[in-house]
């Protein structure tokens, strides 16, 4: 079964520009969750993503969007990019159906801000 | 709210040495806790997690973690780490939704363990 899979993997971007991710979780998932890492702050929920419908989101501005479309797959985008938004950016899938699903993640997507 | 500390960010051992990686999380109600690892330049990786059922639990490479409810710790243990073992590693504690699990995970700040061959 492939993996959780985000494109593209490395990319620069000048502030106040905005940037578009895309995740495709692994097949059958229905849940997908994004993530912000950085050396300073750590791992940082962002949201999550089910059937469609954001069912959590995290603390970051209204910037930072997403989208998940009918076959599960997902898009994250941020507006006016700032400086500080140089971060990878990690998508996770699980299926969410009962109590003891695994989360697994991609390779994360690599935002330089310049 | 809730969060997870981890209590050791920076931990250098040398092969062979026995590990433990202590972690607590805050949350009175059902969770389910992971530890991830991320190798230096990979993407994260499941190490082992625990659901409900026996709080021992062991995981890939070796690793086992044991569930204190009373202590709300999930602390990682290793009895003989080898070099390949550099990593960072993250506990992380997911909440439920109804009967579910959502995908929300809320980490720890991450200890980076480094092994001296």
Known sequence: KAGVTQTPRYLIKTRGQQVTLSCSPISGHRSVSWYQQTPGQGLQFLFEYFSETQRNKGNFPGRFSGRQFSNSRSEMNVSTLELGDSALYLCASSSRTGSGNTIYFGEGSWLTVV | AQSVSQHNHHVILSEAASLELGCNYSYGGTVNLFWYVQYPGQHLQLLLKYFSGDPLVKGI????????????????????VQWSDTAEYFCAVNSLYGSSNTGKLIFGQGTTLQVKP
């Open chain 2, 61 to 80: 490479k070796g690793f086992e973690a044991e569930f204190i409810k009373s202590k709300f710790s999930f602390n990682l243990r290793k009895p003989s």
